[in-house]
């Protein structure tokens, strides 16, 4: 098979991956936070009831999170880099990551949690969640690691648009969303991103929607 020479984009037009960034670090506080309250729970060996239910809801948002960021990469970032790159680019590895990660596992964990909180069903959930998380923190390392670096030197900008426009249509609640990104990104990293025009319309945005959020996480997250 030929293979076609794509070249790669001048530098002034590289794509800039900080979106990408980003959302691993939010993947990775969000993987931490709950495997961490998950195993308090259980060394607690109970939760009051109303504790575990949004503890619960808050499992399955990080969940969706986590699947709709690897459905752009499955279904947009690999088909992309793949024609950029040519039929020599190997991805089976990091796709086979994604189906190998227990996402299933952890929603039953997190449900029967919700609905008897004990610290059989705490346990359960807490090593799920920690075996998730390790998983997780290598494989975004390796994406960081291989995948960034072809995506700056092959894709244009505008392919890399149409990534981050997937990116952006998870369908969860913008309140958690962005209270989440807000928490790890300096105002520096969110102009780079957004512009600065934007970035200030998300502020106000944030402004409004941060202290329900912070009340909600405090709920599912905090002291037992």
Not at 13 to 19: E, K, L, S, V, W
Not at 23 to 49: I, K, N, Q, Y
Not at 171 to 195: K, N
């Amino acid at each position: 098979m030929t293979q076609v020479h794509h070249p790669s984009p001048p530098a002034d037009r590289t794509p800039d991956t900080i979106g990408m960034l980003i959302a691993h670090r939010v993947l990775t506080a969000d993987l931490a936070a709950v495997t961490a309250a998950a195993g308090a729970v259980a060394r607690a060996g109970a939760s009051d009831p109303r504790r575990a239910t949004a503890f619960a809801a808050y499992v399955a948002h990080v969940i969706e999170a986590l699947h709709h960021h690897h459905s752009v990469e499955d279904d947009v970032l690999w088909p992309l880099l793949e024609r950029a790159v040519g039929p020599h680019l190997d991805l089976t590895e990091l796709r086979d990551d994604h189906a190998d990660l227990d996402l299933d596992g952890v929603l039953a964990a997190a449900t029967a949690f919700g609905a008897a909180a004990d610290e059989s069903t705490a346990t359960a959930l807490a090593r799920r969640l920690s075996a998730l998380q390790d998983a997780l923190v290598e494989h975004l390392a390796e994406e960081e690691r291989m995948v960034l670096p072809l995506v700056e030197e092959h894709l244009s900008v505008q392919d890399w648009a149409t990534v981050e426009r997937r990116a952006g249509q998870s369908g969860l609640p913008i309140s958690f969303e962005l209270t989440r990104a807000w928490a790890v990104t300096t105002h520096e990293e969110r102009v780079r991103l957004l512009g600065p025009v934007q970035a200030r319309l998300m502020g106000l945005l944030h402004g409004l929607v941060a202290r329900r959020q912070r009340r909600r996480a405090q709920l599912a997250l905090g002291a037992t």
